[in-house]
Nanobody, 124 residues
Framework: QVQLVESGGGLVQAGGSLRLSCAASGGTFSSYVIGWFRQAPGKEREFVAAISRSGGSTYYTDSVKGRFTIARDNAKNTVTLQMNSLKPEDTAVFYC?????????????????WGQGTQVTVSS
């Protein structure tokens, strides 16, 4: 099974940018759809973005469209989430997750493997 490790979180002012990375090891990385989810204190984990196995298809939740960009490099076993124009409401722990099923899915329960998360804090 694939193991995932997130990095790149931190503290940033509103309007700033962060670039999250998800590094994978084990398994065949290109056989997994990769998703990013986030969980704010007291809230349920929510879908942010996902990318297909080849990287040819992406999907975003409405609140991040036009601000976040997901990309993958299958040769390097990495997925990135470029986050621009950050808002205080983006503050959360961000997780990457791997889904071995065909097709992009926005449901957390459909993802089999999760990273430990990285904290993103956006100050106003």
């Amino acid at each position: 099974q694939v193991q995932l490790v997130e990095s790149g979180g931190g503290l940033v002012q509103a309007g700033g940018s962060l670039r999250l990375s998800c590094a994978a090891s084990g398994g065949t990385f290109s056989s997994y759809v990769i998703g990013w989810f986030r969980q704010a204190p007291g809230k349920e984990r929510e879908f942010v973005a996902a990318i297909s196995r080849s990287g040819g298809s992406t999907y975003y939740t409405d609140s991040v469209k036009g601000r976040f960009t997901i990309a993958r490099d299958n040769a390097k076993n990495t997925v990135t989430l470029q986050m621009n124009s950050l808002k205080p409401e983006d503050t959360a722990v961000f997780y990457c997750a791997a889904n071995s099923r065909i097709g992009i899915n926005i449901i957390a329960g459909r993802y089999d493997n999760w990273g430990q998360g990285t904290q993103v804090t956006v100050s106003s």
